[in-house]
């Protein structure tokens, strides 16, 4: 796996059977300004997603990774990086699968309406000023069973056809993402808004979203340049959706 990675950008690689979360393990490390650390583990016994929920994934089958960098201070569209990650893994399953994957706001990874794979941002760093940020990968290569549940519908790439070499799967996706990472600092979301909205799931479709208070209803504009959700609600204009625990759902 070492042998493939970008080592100007990864300075270290920490490999586990199993973890708690590869997520919660990084975030014990020293997280450094411009350098990333990865963490891989095969199995995870209390892995994370997004609200609260519990990251179900089969050990040795699928893939369990995360990417600490510290930026040195707040980039100012910090609330679209978890877009931003959805992007890239997105776009680089995409290249190299040639497999229709779309983008559920805000950082759902979907092939026909069922996740194949999640994105989980931990930041941190407020008392100095820096910014320090956690991007957590769980993405379903062949998973057994759909315990994981929820409101979803799930795939994983062997129910797409695709077979693949986890090693490279992973090290293609490190090397993709610390160069975002890098790159974020100064080009932020902005300068991506238009390739996320060309692969939205549902874009000039119908929702709900649900979680905003008073529940929300109208058709999905795409996100903004700083990520934000756009719903052009009935006669009352575009609102603008920032928090991202809420949850879009046709309607
Ligand atoms: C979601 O869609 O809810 C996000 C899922 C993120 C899961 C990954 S698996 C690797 C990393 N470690 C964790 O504990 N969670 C993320």
Redesign the pocket.
């Known amino acids: 796996l070492s042998a493939t990675l970008n080592n100007q950008l990864i300075h270290s690689v920490s490999l586990f059977q199993s973890i708690e ?4 393990y990084l975030l014990t490390q020293p997280i450094d300004t411009g350098r990333a650390r990865l963490c891989v583990a095969e199995s ?1 016994s ?6 609260g ?1 519990e ?1 179900l ?1 089969a050990p040795y089958r699928n893939v ?3 990417i600490s960098w510290g930026f040195e201070r707040w980039p100012e569209t910090i609330t679209g990086l978890g877009l931003a990650v959805a992007l890239e893994v997105a776009e680089y399953l995409r290249e190299s699968f040639h497999v229709d994957v779309q983008i559920k706001w805000p950082n ?1 990874l979907m092939v026909n309406g069922a996740k194949l794979a ?3 941002i931990d930041v941190g760093g407020e008392s100095t000023g820096a910014c320090n940020v956690v991007i ?3 993405l379903n290569v062949h998973q057994p069973d759909w315990s994981q549940g929820g409101a979803y519908q799930w795939q994983d790439l062997s129910g797409l056809g695709i077979r693949c070499d986890r090693n490279e799967l992973v090290s293609g996706l490190a090397n993709r993402l610390v160069k975002m990472l890098s790159d974020f600092a100064t080009t932020g979301f902005a300068s991506r808004t238009a390739r996320w909205n060309s692969l939205s799931e549902y874009a000039g479709k119908r929702v709900r979203v649900l979680g905003v208070g008073d529940e929300l209803e109208g058709v999905m504009r795409g996100v903004d340049e700083m990520g934000a959700l756009l719903i052009d609600v009935d006669g009352q204009g575009v609102s603008r959706v920032v928090d991202s625990n809420v949850s879009v759902r046709l309607s």
């Open positions: 979360s590869t997520n919660s995870q209390a892995g994370r997603g997004r609200r929920n990251w994934s369990m990774m995360s759902d999640g994105v989980l957590g990968l769980g």
